[in-house]
Nanobody, 123 residues
Framework: VQLQASGGGLVQAGGSLRLSCIVS????????MAWFRQAPGKEREFVAA????????YYADSVKGRFTMSRADAENTVYLQMNSLQPEDTAVYYC?????????????????WGQGTLVTVSS
C-alpha cells in the first residue's frame, strides 16, 4: 500500500487549501484514513480521521469547524478541505492509513504513511 499526499502550498491567513491523498495497492474502503501534521520543532499531531465507511469522522479541537475530511472511494482518494487557515496551521501534513477505528488520534498505530505535503500560512 502506498499513499501519495499533495495539495500543499503557500496561502494567506483566512485562505483555503484542499489536500489530497491517493491510495494505491488497496481500496480506501479497507482503511481508516487520517491526516496528521508536524510543525517545525514540534511533535506530529492528529488532525482528522474518517472511517472506512465514511460515516464517522473525528477532528482535533484545533481544526474543528474549519477542516473537513472526505473520501472518494471510487478514486481511492481522501481529501482534507482546510478553510480559515491560520499561521499556526503551518506544518507538513501527512496522510495515514490503518485498519482499526480505535484510538484514531495515535500516530504510532498507523500502518501506512504518505510522504507529506507542506502547508505554509502567512500572516
Amino acid at each position: 500500500v502506498q499513499l501519495q499526499a499533495s495539495g500543499g502550498g503557500l496561502v494567506q491567513a483566512g485562505g483555503s487549501l484542499r489536500l489530497s491523498c491517493i491510495v494505491s495497492g488497496r481500496t480506501t474502503r479497507s482503511y481508516v484514513m487520517a491526516w496528521f501534521r508536524q510543525a517545525p520543532g514540534k511533535e506530529r499531531e492528529f488532525v482528522a480521521a474518517i472511517s472506512g465507511s465514511g460515516i464517522s469522522a473525528y477532528y482535533a479541537d484545533s481544526v474543528k469547524g474549519r477542516f473537513t475530511m472526505s473520501r472518494a472511494d471510487a478514486e481511492n482518494t481522501v481529501y482534507l478541505q482546510m478553510n480559515s487557515l491560520q499561521p499556526e496551521d503551518t506544518a507538513v501534513y501527512y496522510c495515514a492509513a490503518r485498519s482499526s477505528w480505535s484510538r484514531v488520534g495515535s500516530a504510532g498505530l498507523y500502518d501506512y504513511w504518505g510522504q507529506g505535503t507542506l502547508v505554509t500560512v502567512s500572516s
